[in-house]
């Protein structure tokens, strides 16, 4: 069975960092490529940060030079270490494989994790 757990979110001050984490089980991070997606309140999922099977990284340009992605394939963990938090940061955030999962037609989401950025 596919589960995908985020956690490390929290309410943070402007400027602050928070490192997520997503550890995944029925599914192998080293076979796909993986990434960290965002919904702010009223807004779209976007994707923020992803990894390549090959390594390569790839941002959204509203965090590059913020954020960095990493995994460890062992552990079959995702992690978002996120630095200088601005206000828009704030969002639920997920990780999937880049594009998303699919069970049975549907797109499969863990729960997220809650990050609030106070100005």
């Known amino acids: 069975q596919v589960q995908l757990v985020e956690s490390g979110g929290g309410l943070v001050q402007t400027g602050g960092s928070l490192r997520l984490s997503c550890e995944g089980s029925g599914m192998r991070f080293n076979l796909n490529d993986m990434g960290w997606y965002r919904q702010g309140p009223g807004q779209q999922r976007e994707l923020v940060a992803s990894?390549?099977?090959?390594?390569?990284?790839v941002y959204a340009d509203s965090v590059k030079g913020r954020f960095t992605i990493s995994k460890n394939n062992f552990r079959n963990t995702l992690y978002l270490q996120m630095n200088s938090l601005k206000p828009d940061d704030t969002a639920v955030y997920y990780c999937n494989e880049v594009p998303a999962l699919k069970i049975e037609s549907h797109e499969y989401w863990g729960q997220g994790t809650q990050v609030t950025v106070s100005s």
């Open positions: 990894i390549t099977v090959g390594g390569t990284l």
